[in-house]
């Protein structure tokens, strides 16, 4: 299972760039049927107020350590799923994480995340913990996960496989999926419905634009959030003279 080869255009993903994670969750919930969208308890521990990331997934799955199993997993450090994940990232995309819910130890520290900067990731998800969070977030890199722990790797866990379906955050992410995440969260989009979801997308935020100044007029929620009667008329006329028409 892999949609890497399931092509998305330079302009739908700027468009993601802009959109923020309630509404990318929001359309594919309601507007798309997709309910398993959003990453449970993965957190924005290092990303700036302005920063929002987008990328294709790239994943890495590890599984609780088990000591008979390590020598033969990692009989050279060059052959570790974790540090070849790490070289293979390309720009564009995101090292998404399965770690098993696992706050026990570290998958993630300051050097590896430099290592995926330097290679032009768009950013890290783990569904486990980090470590170096102060000298992270020197970075500039957004990274996303449940906490932290002073231990790395080795404490309790072996990393045994990439490029796979994996399970992040409670939901299924594939490679080549679309990760958005911003200070709400992380949410997943399959590559397929990406155009389509930045277009309603696009629509809604013309309509929350509208919204705040008309609330800030004294407006009431129940006639401009959705605008309903002479309101919806109101937006659309807006819409027009904004230059916001409708997206085809």
């Not at 199993?69 to 050279?76: K, M, S």
């Amino acid at each position: 299972m892999d949609r890497r080869n399931i092509p998305v255009t330079p302009e739908t993903l700027g468009l993601l760039q802009e959109i923020d994670v309630p509404t990318l969750s929001g359309t594919l919930t309601q507007a798309m049927g997709y309910r398993n969208n959003y990453m449970m308890g993965v957190k924005p521990l290092a990303i700036q107020l302005s920063q929002r990331m987008v990328g294709r997934a790239r994943t890495l799955r590890f599984i609780p350590l088990r000591e008979d199993l390590v020598a033969a997993q990692y009989e050279l450090s060059t052959s570790r799923p974790h540090r070849d994940a790490l070289e293979e990232i390309k720009p564009g995309e995101v090292l998404v994480i399965d770690a098993g819910g696992c706050l026990e130890a570290a998958v993630i520290g300051d050097m590896f995340t430099r290592r995926v900067h330097a290679r032009g990731g768009s950013g890290i998800v783990i569904d486990g913990v980090l470590r170096d969070l102060s000298a992270i977030r020197t970075v500039g890199l957004p990274v996303f996960a449940k906490g932290m722990h002073g231990s790395g790797i080795p404490r309790a866990l072996m990393s045994v496989g990439r490029d796979q379906p994996i399970r992040c955050g409670d939901i299924p992410v594939i490679p080549g999926d679309i990760i958005v995440g911003d200070t709400d969260g992380v949410i997943v989009i399959p590559p397929h419905i990406a155009e389509e979801v930045a277009k309603i997308c696009q629509e809604h935020r013309a309509e929350e634009e509208w919204a705040r100044i008309k609330l800030a007029e004294g407006a009431s929620i129940h006639d401009v959030y959705p605008p309903s009667g002479a309101f919806r008329e109101e937006f659309e006329a807006w819409l027009s003279s904004h230059g916001k028409g409708r997206m085809k």
